[in-house]
């Protein structure tokens, strides 16, 4: 099983600051950090040997702006601008970044705004998959579930995980509060998922993409607490491309 990755690179001449944006690009799972830059002059040797998906961007360096290096690239990343200073905010708007950080940024700002990098990634490239016959196929991006005599569209990306109740299921997405139920069995909804969905307890299936964080097998999306159980716990570990330091 697959979960969508994002290489990244950090851009910031503070040494405390690279760290710092070290730290919370390794606790998010589809952050895959390809190198910390000191200054943008790194970062364009980077860029160039490198296929980087996403750029954590300082803006006030020596011999450079981060706004300036950024209008300088032909064919950018995605980009998020860290900065103590926010008098560069209308500035980023024109030069279409994802998101713009104040620094200090708390974990749950950084993980939101790389889950916002993360979908307009997949909006921008589709999975595609490889079947049998080594053809590639696009992976659907909905489906319909019954609910209250109706048919109810339901996007994948927007599914965080989904919970079984016997012959139900309670499929819980980002566009509302209340999760949606309807009657089916965890075994028989998951053949219909895409391949970032994986089974990680008897009673759960998480989207992997939007896992925030994992300890003490318990995974974190916003606000919900999942359990991982020992018999899924490497698979899951697997699954993330999770590597023991």
């Known amino acids: 099983m697959s979960v969508t990755k994002l290489n990244c690179i950090a851009v910031d001449d503070e040494n405390l600051a690279r760290k710092l944006l070290q730290e919370n690009i390794e606790q998010v799972p589809f ?25 954590f961007l300082d803006i006030q360096m020596p011999g450079m702006l981060g706004t300036k290096f950024l209008a300088s690239l032909k064919d950018k990343p ?14 980023s708007y024109d030069l279409d970044v994802v998101d713009y950080l104040m620094k200090p940024v708390s974990f749950d700002r950084f993980s939101k705004a790389a889950h916002k990098a993360l979908d307009l990634y997949k909006k921008s490239k589709p999975s595609v998959l490889i079947n049998e016959a080594g053809v590639s196929i696009q992976e659907p991006e909905s489906f319909f579930v019954n609910v209250e ?10 599914i965080t995980h989904i919970e079984g109740l016997k012959d139900y299921i309670k499929i819980f997405i980002t566009t509302q509060t209340r999760p949606i139920l309807t009657k089916s069995t965890l075994k028989g909804i998951e053949e219909r998922l895409p391949s970032n969905f994986m089974r990680v307890q008897k009673s759960y299936i998480v989207n992997l993409d939007k896992i925030q ?10 606000k919900f607490d999942i359990p991982v159980s020992d018999s899924n716990m490497e698979d899951l570990m697997n699954a993330i491309n999770y590597q023991k330091s």
Do not use: G, W
């Open 78 to 91: 995605l980009v998020i601008l860290v900065t103590a200073y926010d008098n560069y905010a209308v500035e």
């Open 31 to 55: 952050l895959n950090l390809v190198k910390v830059c000191k200054n943008p002059y790194e970062a364009m040797e980077a860029l160039q040997e490198n296929k980087i998906d996403l750029m």
């Open 149 to 158: 005599y109706s048919l109810v569209k339901i996007i994948f990306n927007d």
């Open 213 to 222: 964080s994992i300890r003490n097998h318990r995974i974190t999306i916003d």
